[in-house]
């Protein structure tokens, strides 16, 4: 029998899996994948342009792989490459006008997605569970 810490801890990372395979599902008719789509959105919400080593980690995937995801992206008319003014061996990242457009359907399924789960939750038990789980990541973040 687990304890409430590990149940909790089991619950968290399965949660968290199956909540993105089933927003992957959803968005699948984009022809984005996982990486994709969560590569536009961080684009279209960081206040200042990524490098292509802060969205992979940011995504949590390798340099490489962010990298064709990012050659996928171009290809798509969706996002360009252009040369840091600060330090020329770095590329950021921005989102073309096809890429805003793009993110706007991806944000706007994602909330239909995120309603359709949430339904019901009650709002007091929702904040809570909210600033639960963002102080584990910050301190999780911080090392402890």
């Known amino acids: 029998m687990q304890n409430i810490q590990e149940r909790f ?10 909540w993105r395979l089933s927003l992957d599902k959803r968005l699948k008719h984009l022809g984005l994948g ?14 200042e342009p990524l490098s292509q080593s802060e969205l992979a980690l940011r995504v949590g995937v390798e340099g490489a792989t962010m990298v ?7 290809a798509a008319g969706l996002v360009e490459r252009h040369v840091s003014p600060t330090d020329r061996r770095v590329r950021l990242i ?8 793009q993110y706007q359907i991806v944000r706007a399924e994602a909330e ?4 359709e789960l949430l339904a019901g939750v009650d709002e007091t038990m929702l904040l809570n569970v909210t ?4 102080s584990l990541r910050e301190a999780a973040e911080a090392g402890k």
């Open 9 to 18: 801890s089991s619950a968290l990372f399965h949660t968290a899996r199956v």
């Open 34 to 47: 996982q990486a994709g789509w969560t590569a536009i959105a961080l684009i279209a919400k960081s206040e």
């Open 68 to 74: 064709a995801t990012i050659d996928r992206l171009a």
């Open 94 to 101: 921005s989102l073309t006008q096809a890429g805003s457009a």
């Open 112 to 115: 239909i997605f995120r309603r």
């Open 131 to 134: 600033e639960l789980l963002e």
